[in-house]
């Protein structure tokens, strides 16, 4: 069963940058569209940006204007740029088809401090 291996986390100050990568293996990844999704703690998993499979993208309005999502079909890999990042950033970030079919991986801690 396919699953995404997610890493690029840390700990990051308040204003700070991090970028996530995933890859996906398996020759499915170019037909479908990509998200990153969130769980912070105590909520629930949530999509935060998403990339289709052109070239469309989509933010939640949380982060709208600070991430930045990318795609490597090539690679089957996708990225997230985190820029200017605040304290309600911090969860684990998980990379999925959207909706997603991929069995879920163990995701990448981000914490972002004050």
């Known amino acids: 069963q396919v699953q995404p291996v997610e890493s690029g986390g840390g700990l990051v100050q308040a204003g700070g940058s991090l970028r996530l990568s995933c890859t996906i293996p398996?020759?499915?990844?170019?037909?479908?569209?990509i998200g990153w999704y969130r769980q912070a703690p105590g909520k629930e998993r949530e999509l935060v940006a998403v990339h289709g499979s052109g070239t469309d993208t989509n933010y939640a309005d949380s982060v709208k204007g600070r991430f930045t999502i990318s795609r490597d079909n090539a690679k089957t890999a996708v990225y997230l740029q985190m820029n200017n990042v605040n304290v309600e950033d911090t969860g684990v970030y998980y990379c999925?088809?959207?909706?997603?079919?991929?069995?879920w991986g163990q995701g990448t801690q981000v914490t972002v401090s004050s």
């Open positions: 398996g020759n499915t990844f170019k037909f479908n569209a």
């Open positions: 999925n088809a959207d909706p997603a079919l991929y069995r």
